[in-house]
C-alpha cells in the first residue's frame, strides 16, 4: 500500500519561509549595509514565519470559503458598494503593511533613521508570495501608488494622500489602486475615454474602468482620464488620484457594479468601477499621464516577477517535501532517479531566476534614486520585461510539476498545489502578457538599440569571470544569440512581430545563465553544482546515454 510514512511538517514542508533560504539571506548580506541587513533579518524572521503559518491558513480560507463580497446596498436600502472582507484578512493587511514594505520605500525606518529600499520591499514581498500572491496584488498597486504620488504628485496632493498611503502603524492606512483597463481597450490604453471635467482646484471624471483590482478596499486609486478637449490616443491621457471618500467620509461619487469571479488570486477583490462625477486630482503635468503610469507599470512589472518566484519556491519545496515524505514500492519516492533529475532541474531554475530577479532589482534600486545612467535604464527595461515574461511562464510550470510529484493529490484542494496553478495562471496576464512585454522588445531595439546594450553587457560580465565551469557553452550561445538580435534589429516589421517572443526567452536564459556563472564563482558548493545544472538544462548541452548533472549532483543540491 502506498502510504505517508512520516507526517508533513506545518503547512507542507518548514515553519518559516525565509530562514531556510540561503539564497535570500546571501542576497541581503551582499546588497545592504549592515546597520539595515540586521534589521532586515530581524523583521524577515518575524514575517516569515508568519507567512508560513498563521497568513498561510488564512489565505487558505479566504481563497475557499472567505472571498471578498460585494454589498451594494446597506439595511435602509442605500447604494454604499463596500466589499466585505474576512477577519484573518484584515489581519494580514495590517501585520504586512506594518513591515513597511511599502512605506518604508518613502519614509524612514525609524529604528535606522533611514530610508528602506526597493530590495528590502520585494524581498517582504517574495516571502507573501509563497502563501497569497494574491495579497501581493494589492500591496503592488500600493507601491506603485506610492511611486506616483512621491515622484509626481503637487505638495498639496502629496501631503494628503501619501503619508496614508505609506502608513506603518503610525496613520490610518490608504492603501491604493491603479485604474487603467476600459472595456473598449483593454491593453489599448490609448482608447480610454473616461471623461474628466475641470471644476474649481479639481476635476470631475465620468465613466468606468473595467478592471479594477483592489476595488472598494482602496483608499485612493490613480486614474488615467481624459480632459475636455485632449487629443486623442495616450498623449490625451492626464493620471489623476481619486480618493474612494470624500472629505465627509462619504463615497466620491463611484460605485461598484460587480466583483469579477476569477480563477486564482481570489483574495483581492477585482471590479467593474463606474465614476459618477468623482472628485479627482491631477497628478504631475497634465500631458504626460500615460508616461507616469508607464513608469509605475514597470515597478509593477517587478512586484509580478517577484510574485511569481514566491509560486516557483512554494512549489517547489511542496514537491520535494513530498517526494521525500511518500513511500511507494518500498522507498521515499525521492531515491527513484527520474524524481531527482526533475527535482534538482527545478532547484537549479530556481535559485538561480530568484538571484537573477534580485540581480534586476538592485539595478532597480539605482534607476529609482536616479543615480543610473541612461544605458543602465534602457537595459533595466529590458531585463523587465524578460524576466518578467520568464518568471510568469515559470511559475505556471513550477505548479504544474508540484501538482504532479503529489500525484492525485496534487489535484485536491485539501493540498497547496491547485492553488499555486490558480495563481500563477494571472502573472502571465497582468502587467502585460507575452504579446505586450514583445512590444516592448521591439520598441527598445528599434527606438534604443538596446540590443547593442545588452550584447555588450553581458560580453563585459562573462569577460569578467575566470574559473566558472560553463562559461565556454554561455559564450558561445551568447554568440549565436547577438548574431540574432543585429538580425533582429534589422528585419521587416512581420518578423520582429513573431520572432519576439522566442528571442525573449533566449535573452532571459543567456541573463540567467551570466548570474548562474558569477553566483558560482563567487560562492561556489551548491551554487556551482546548480550553475552547472541549469547550463546543461537550458541549452541541452548533455548527449544521450550520459547522465545528465540534475541527475549527479542532485545529493548535493537538494
Known sequence: MNVLQKPLRIN?????????????????????????????????????????????????????DGQPRLQRYNQFGEEISEVWVNEGYEKTVSESYQTGMVGYVHKDIPKLNQKGNYLYSFALGYLVSQTDPGFYCPVTLTMA?????????????????????????DTDLFEGATFLTERQGGSDVGANVVAAV???????????????????????????????????????????????????????????????DKLGVRSVP???????????????DETRGFYYMMEALNLSRICNAVASIGIMRRAYEEARHYAEARHAFGQSL???????????????????????????????DKVAAGEASENEIILHRLYIAILKKESAEMAI???????????????????????????AQVLTVW?????????????LINKFSAHELFIAEMESRLASLKSATGVTIVREQLTIIAHQLHQYANADALIQQVEAKPLMQKLAHVYESIVALEWAEKHGGKYADLAEIYIEDTWKANSFGKQPKSLEFAERVL
Open 12 to 64: 507542507g514542508y518548514k515553519a518559516n519561509f525565509f530562514t531556510d533560504d540561503d539564497t535570500l539571506l546571501m542576497i541581503l548580506k551582499e546588497k545592504l549595509p549592515l546597520d539595515f541587513y540586521h534589521y532586515a533579518i530581524e523583521q524577515f524572521t518575524l514575517y516569515g514565519k508568519k507567512c508560513a503559518t498563521d497568513i498561510d491558513a488564512r489565505a487558505k480560507y479566504t481563497d475557499r
Open 334 to 364: 525521492l531515491q527513484l532517479p527520474m524524481i531527482r533529475q526533475t527535482l534538482a532541474g527545478l532547484k537549479a531554475k530556481l535559485e538561480i531566476e530568484v538571484a537573477a530577479v534580485f540581480d534586476l532589482i538592485h539595478l532597480y
Open 431 to 443: 502587467e502585460g502578457t507575452a504579446n505586450v512585454l514583445g512590444q516592448e522588445l521591439i520598441r
Open 270 to 284: 477585482s471590479g467593474e468601477v463606474e465614476f459618477e462625477g468623482s472628485v479627482a486630482y491631477v497628478v504631475g
Open 397 to 423: 510550470h513550477f505548479s504544474h510539476e508540484a501538482i504532479e510529484m503529489h500525484g492525485g493529490n496534487g489535484y485536491i484542494e485539501d493540498f497547496v498545489t491547485p492553488r499555486l496553478l490558480r495563481d
Open 145 to 169: 501608488t506610492a511611486y506616483l504620488l512621491d515622484n509626481y504628485a503637487n505638495d498639496e496632493v502629496k501631503q494628503r494622500f501619501l503619508p496614508h498611503v505609506c502608513a506603518t502603524g
Open 198 to 260: 475641470h471644476e474649481g482646484d479639481h476635476y470631475r471624471l465620468y465613466g468606468e474602468k473595467y478592471f479594477a483590482s483592489n476595488a472598494g478596499r482602496c483608499g485612493v486609486a490613480m486614474v488615467l482620464a481624459r480632459r475636455e478637449g485632449a487629443p486623442a490616443g495616450t498623449k490625451g491621457l492626464t493620471l489623476f488620484a481619486v480618493p474612494w471618500n470624500g472629505e465627509d467620509g462619504k463615497r466620491n461619487k463611484l460605485r461598484i457594479r460587480r466583483l469579477k
